[in-house]
């Protein structure tokens, strides 16, 4: 078939590099055998308290007590008066990340010390969110997205840029939407214990500010990753087995009534949480399934490594290979793209659903994002 150059009406064609220099999203070209994913392996973690701050420590980590399968959990306590809710207006790029590197440097690159070079010995550094969506673009019909890429000293750091569209969304949202963004962090608070001889404390005040997250190391093909994700807590039992295996994340999400609604579930949100909890190795998704008036009715536990089986069934349904091919691909094509090392210089690769990858360079603009005190740091 024919393939013209797609030019987003209005915009400037310069801006659009016809098909040939982008990377194709369809299925069909990543049908092929599963990629090399070593197991990730957790180099650190850090915390973000109620205030945003950065601690190189786990003083944020909770603990999972298993509740009741029929709880009965309001997901409306609270809101709005127990409730502070982080800015999300507020863009923090990779900076939390970058700020763990530099404190952890040393447990990071064995090359420097056999070369002159003191490189960092991955060649990816970026948030598991980002990944996330990456491995899901083949299937995604509804959400584009844009990624930053910058190479500085021989590892490209991917960083988000909110979408157009996103923003748009984001400044319009219904108090409905608001209410229902909340739900899923009281769920948390229902399970999630401060400690280990604690129990969970619903009275409390929820804060979006506080966060937990582990730093894991990997390979994907020919691609060492270094990235962190939010973990929203784990067993209690340590002997069980260390992180990122004794991680637990917690879902909520609409009830199912019926074999369309079921259908729906596994096809699109089972997709979007295999792929979270399978990048950094979180074996299991403890879900909360809530009525319509945000009380949650019944409590199950998905095996991430059981997910796949688990949606064999479906009609056309997603597969692991695909989005783990794609996002292969994509990160080689960001290697070929990306070769001037410079910590101004940004690669911004956009994509929009039904359309190819393309990419656009800038110099020296509002999309550069590694701060100067990492360069400075990096460059001692
Ligand atoms: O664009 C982003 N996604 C950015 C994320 C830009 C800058 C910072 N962050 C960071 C924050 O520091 C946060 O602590 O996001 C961290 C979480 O990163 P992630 O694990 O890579 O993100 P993702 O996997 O998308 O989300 C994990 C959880 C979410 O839980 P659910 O169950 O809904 O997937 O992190 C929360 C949310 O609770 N979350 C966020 N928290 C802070 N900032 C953000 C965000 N932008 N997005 C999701
Ligand atoms: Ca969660």
Redesign the pocket.
Known sequence: RFRTIHHQSGSDPVQNPPTSQGLSTRRELYERDFPVYKQPVEVGCFS?DSGRRFFNDSRQMRYYVEPDRNPNFDLRDGYTDRFTK?D?SV???LD?ILRWIVVNRSKLNSRSTTTSSCGLDVDFVT????L?KLLTTPYETREGWSLAVTRFRDTLYIS?VETEAARRERENRTERHEEMMYW??KFEQYICADSLHSSPDPGGVVN?NE?F?TVVQTRLSDHRLLF???V?CRDKDSSASAPPASYV???TSAEICTPKQRSNFHRFKLLKWWA?SFLPGVPRIVAGFRDHEGTVVSVETFHVSKISHLIKNEYNCWKPTVCMNFCSDFLSFVKCVAVEDNPSVVYLFCWEPRRDVTYTIHRDSHYSFLPHWFVQEMTN
């Not at 948030?127 to 980002?130: A, K, M, P, S």
Request: hydrophobic content about 15%; charged content about 40%.
């Open positions: 973000l982080r999300d863009k923090e790029k939390h948030w598991r969110g980002h996330t988000e899923g962090y979006t966060a997250c962190s994700g939010e929203d994340e917690l879902k979270q």
